[in-house]
Antibody, heavy 116, light 110 residues
C-alpha cells in the first residue's frame, strides 16, 4: 500500500524557516516525480513545487521561487521542502503527492502557520 | 485569482447529472491535458480523472471528463450524496512553467 506521511509543520514567525519532510513507502520512490501542493485555510489547492525522480530537475511556483527548495533522498525514501523567509501568506496545509499520470497518491498534509 | 476558471458552486439532486466546467487558455488547457481532483471535507484530494478523460482504477464510471479547445468539463451522472465535495481541475501551464489549478467548485447534493 502506498503511503505518504508529511511532517515538520508548525508555528513559525514571519521571516523564519521550516523544513517539511514526506516519508514514502509502498512503492519504488526513486522512480517517481514528486510534488508539493498547498491549501490555505478555507481556500483552494495551489501547486508549490516538483522534483524529478533523481533530483536533478526542479520547478517552483513564482510565489515561492527563491525562498523554497525541494529536494529528495532516494536512499531514505524521503521528500523535503525547505522553506525560508516565510510570510503570512505561506500559511497552509502542505501536501506531498506522487506523480503517476496525475497525482495519484497524497499524504494527509502538514499545517504550517506563519504568525507572530 | 486562479489561472483556470471554475464556477464556485454547483448542485443537483440524487440521480441527476451535473457538469462542472474549467476554462483556461492556450498555454494550459489548450496544449496540455487536464486532471480532476475530488476533495471530501477534511481530507486530502483524490485523483478523479487524468489525461482529460481517463479514470484511475477504483473511480466509478459515473465520473467522466472531456476537453475541447481551452476548456474542460467534469460530468457526474447518477449523483449520490457521497459526491458532495470540492472539485478541482489542474493542468500544466507552458508560460508559467508550472501546474495551475482552478479555484474549485463546491458540489452540493440537495
Amino acid at each position: 500500500e502506498v503511503q505518504l506521511v508529511e511532517s515538520g509543520g508548525g508555528l513559525v514567525q514571519p521571516g523564519g524557516s521550516l523544513r517539511l519532510s514526506c516519508a514514502a513507502s509502498g512503492f519504488t520512490f526513486s522512480s517517481y516525480w514528486m510534488h508539493w501542493v498547498r491549501q490555505a485555510p478555507g481556500k483552494g489547492l495551489v501547486w508549490v513545487s516538483r522534483i524529478n525522480s533523481d533530483g536533478s530537475s526542479t520547478s517552483y511556483a513564482d510565489s515561492v521561487k527563491g525562498r523554497f527548495t525541494i529536494s529528495r533522498d532516494n536512499a531514505k525514501n524521503t521528500l523535503y521542502l525547505q522553506m525560508n523567509s516565510l510570510r503570512a501568506e505561506d500559511t497552509a496545509v502542505y501536501y506531498c503527492a506522487r506523480a503517476n499520470s496525475g497525482w495519484t497518491d497524497w499524504g494527509q498534509g502538514t499545517l504550517v502557520t506563519v504568525s507572530s | 485569482q486562479s489561472v483556470l476558471t471554475q464556477p464556485p458552486s454547483a448542485s443537483g439532486t440524487p440521480g441527476q447529472r451535473v457538469t462542472i466546467s474549467c476554462s483556461g487558455s492556450s498555454s494550459n488547457i489548450g496544449t496540455n491535458t487536464v486532471n480532476w481532483y475530488q476533495q471530501l471535507p477534511g481530507t486530502a484530494p483524490k485523483l478523479l480523472i487524468y489525461s482529460n478523460n481517463q479514470r484511475p482504477s477504483g473511480v466509478p464510471d459515473r465520473f467522466s471528463g472531456s476537453k475541447s479547445g481551452t476548456s474542460a468539463s467534469l460530468a457526474i451522472s447518477g449523483l449520490q450524496s457521497e459526491d458532495e465535495a470540492d472539485y478541482y481541475c489542474a493542468a500544466w501551464d507552458d508560460s508559467l512553467n508550472g501546474w495551475v489549478f482552478g479555484g474549485g467548485t463546491k458540489l452540493t447534493v440537495l
